[in-house]
């Protein structure tokens, strides 16, 4: 999606999400070119510009800028029900660790080497991952749908190892470190989802894995084209997964129950 970055904590003014169970078994846009347009802000690079989102992260542990205290809105209007979608009939994103369906004539982008970072200059060994994962585009590329991946202690530092989204906050507390600032929020939902059992074939036999908590939202970003996502997010194993599905907020009234219902088909894929 045109994807973005994720800020850090604001003092955010957020109504109290509505809890409700996901019904669904539940990348990015090129730079503008020098347009005398306003810079894109760091934490507006990873939800708006996965191409920016390693030099985000490389700079996650910058002190943040005083901008970066401005606050993120809620609305709490109701949510528009539309008609009920196929979804059970749509193309899928099948990954390692995440899998997702979308609205069928849209394609899945393969090469994602637009958004990779910059190799290591000579004599530098490291070799910064690409933090955008899986994209897909409408025909006209106003609608797009993109997971970006990044560290959990790129947004939060924490004891343990982040294994679920919930160990990072609330969903208002996370809206604070993965939103722009200035981003309208529309709704708000939390969902936690069983994970079936897994038999080890050892003397240890059928574990039980814990739940998978996913928080989705219904965003309006505060750039020229009020870029409306709705976006879930999740983690396992240390990381954040962010889906976002997006569209001009001209176009949401036509297509947003699609994105919206993409949204909510993210899951995360177990390796272990």
Known sequence: MTSTALIHPSRAALAPPQRRCLQQPCRAEQQQAGSGAAPTSRRTALLLLPAAAAAVAAAASVPRPAAATEEVALDTAAEAVGPALDVATWPMVVDRTFSFSYPKGMKEILDLTFAAPPRPRAGQDQVTENPLKAEVRSADGQQKINVVVSQAASFKRTFLQVTDIAQLGDP???????????????????????????????????????PVTYYTYEVVLPDAERTHIALTAAAQLGRIYVMGAQAPDARWAEVGAGLTESARSFRLRYKY
């Open 172 to 210: 208002k507390a996370v809206a604070r470190l993965l939103l722009p600032a200035g981003a309208t929020v529309l709704s708000v939902s939390a969902a936690t989802v069983a994970q079936p059992p897994k038999n080890t074939g050892t003397v240890l036999g059928v574990i039980e894995r814990d």
